[in-house]
């Protein structure tokens, strides 16, 4: 990562800042923008080592212009986290299929169909119980309940010991009914440990989704949000990144 120095630094104090946290808290947002091809998602995945080496988890989805199912990016990052947590050892997955457990009580199987790691996380509990297959035969048809179900669940799996990013990339393609939803976690005070991140190009329009999710944060919700905005790199940036690939003198960089 080449010439971020000062934006990667707001990343990491905000992610220490948010870990520190407890509950009731004041809910933030961090925002990474600027124009296309300046670097945005790697500086975001620039905060993914230091969430590891803090034994934390980093989720990220991302939005298409494209894209079918508008819930994807949300069931990606959710995805994530499952997949990280059953790579853990036995002891820290009986802890979170534990609190999962605790928290969904009924719902798990409205979230089996959106979030499919989560049957091989919770398969004991599945083949342990006829009331539970009986309710999945019926209950993934509801997808107001599966989308409430993924609010508690994002309570289950954050802690200030265990934290988490969520990063979704791209939110200038993200419809409402997806920021909607992402916007009712950000505001959850009483979630611990959870660090949301947001990455948008800086040239959408002041009447997208995107531009109406950020002002409700701001002015509706109150919530803090801090911008990192980022430009093209400095020509000094530039000549140490070929400099280092290529393994060129100074002089030829330069040049």
Not at 57 to 78: E, I, R, T, V
Not at 134 to 147: A, Y
Request: with cysteine; charged share 25%; glycine share 6%.
């Amino acid at each position: 990562l080449y010439g971020r120095e000062q934006e990667e630094a707001i990343l990491k104090s905000t992610f220490e800042e948010v870990v520190r946290q407890r509950a009731p808290r004041r809910p933030k947002f961090l925002l990474i923008s600027g124009a296309g091809g300046t670097g945005k998602t790697r500086l975001g995945e620039s905060l993914r080592s230091h969430v590891t080496k803090a034994g934390g988890y980093f989720c990220s989805g991302k939005f298409d212009q494209h894209q079918d199912d508008q819930f994807a990016p949300l069931c990606a990052s959710f995805n994530s986290y499952v997949m990280q947590i059953l790579q853990e050892d036995e002891e820290t997955i009986r802890a979170a299929r534990l609190r999962i457990r605790s928290a969904l009580e009924g719902d798990l199987c409205s979230l089996i169909k959106m979030i499919p790691p989560l049957k091989l996380l919770m398969c004991e509990d599945l083949q342990r119980s006829n009331s539970i297959q009986d309710e999945c035969t019926r209950c993934n048809q509801k997808q107001g309940r599966s989308i409430f179900a993924l609010h508690k669940l994002m309570r289950s799996i954050c802690s200030p010991e265990r934290p988490m990013v969520m990063l979704l990339d791209d939110i200038q393609w993200a419809t409402r009914c997806p920021l909607q939803k992402w916007r009712a976690m950000i505001n959850d005070d009483m979630n611990e440990g959870i660090m949301f991140v947001g990455i948008c190009r800086n040239d959408v329009a002041a009447t997208s989704e995107a531009s109406s999710f950020l002002r409700n944060l701001e002015e509706q919700d109150h919530i803090a949000i801090t911008n990192v905005t980022i430009g093209n790199l400095k020509k000094e940036d530039i000549e140490d990144m070929i400099n280092e690939i290529l393994l060129l003198p100074a002089d030829q960089a330069q040049s």
